[in-house]
C-alpha cells in the first residue's frame, strides 16, 4: 500500500474543514422555518455538515498520527459574498462544492486505491451530495459525479 502523501492529505482536511457546507453550519441561510420544507431542509443540512466534520476529524487524526502539523486553512473570501441569501439559492451552491469535493477525493482514491479512510470519506461526501441534491430541486438533482 502507497503512503498517503501528508500534505495532500492536509490538502483533503481543508477542502472538508473549510468547505461550503461548514460555512454555511455557521452562517445560516434566511429561510422563515415555519415551512416543513424549510425544516427538513435545515435537519438534512445539519445532519449533513455533522458528517462532514467527522470525515475532517478522521483525516486531522490521520495527519496527527503521522506526525504531521495541520494547516487549518481558512475560508475563501468567495464564501463571504454569500450573506444574505435565500436557502433555495444557497443549496445550489452547496451541490455545486460538492460536487467538486467530490472529485476530489475520487482523484485521491484513484491515486491511492487501498486507502479505506479515503474510501470511506469519498463514499460519505458523495451521500451528502445526493441529500443536498434531494433538496435543491430537480435540475440539480439530476447532476451525477462520476
Excluded at 60 to 78: C, H, K, M, R
Excluded at 116 to 132: C, F, M, N, T, W
Amino acid at each position: 500500500m502507497a503512503e498517503i502523501d501528508p500534505q495532500q492529505l492536509n490538502s483533503l482536511f481543508v477542502r472538508l474543514h473549510r468547505s461550503l457546507l461548514q460555512y454555511v453550519g455557521e452562517c445560516w441561510p434566511w429561510s422563515d422555518e415555519v415551512s416543513e420544507e424549510d425544516k427538513h431542509a435545515r435537519h438534512v443540512l445539519t445532519q449533513s455538515l455533522a458528517s462532514q466534520r467527522r470525515s475532517a476529524d478522521q483525516l486531522a487524526n490521520a495527519l496527527e498520527q503521522i506526525g504531521w502539523v495541520i494547516s487549518f486553512g481558512g475560508y475563501p473570501t468567495a464564501f463571504t459574498d454569500l450573506q444574505y441569501l435565500s436557502l433555495k439559492y444557497l443549496l445550489k451552491q452547496v451541490v455545486i462544492s460538492q460536487m467538486e469535493i467530490v472529485k476530489s477525493f475520487d482523484k485521491a482514491t484513484s491515486v491511492y486505491p487501498d486507502s479505506p479512510l479515503l474510501k470511506h470519506i469519498a463514499d460519505s461526501e458523495r451521500s451528502i451530495l445526493q441529500a443536498v441534491q434531494n433538496l435543491s430541486g430537480p435540475k440539480l438533482a439530476v447532476a451525477t459525479v462520476s
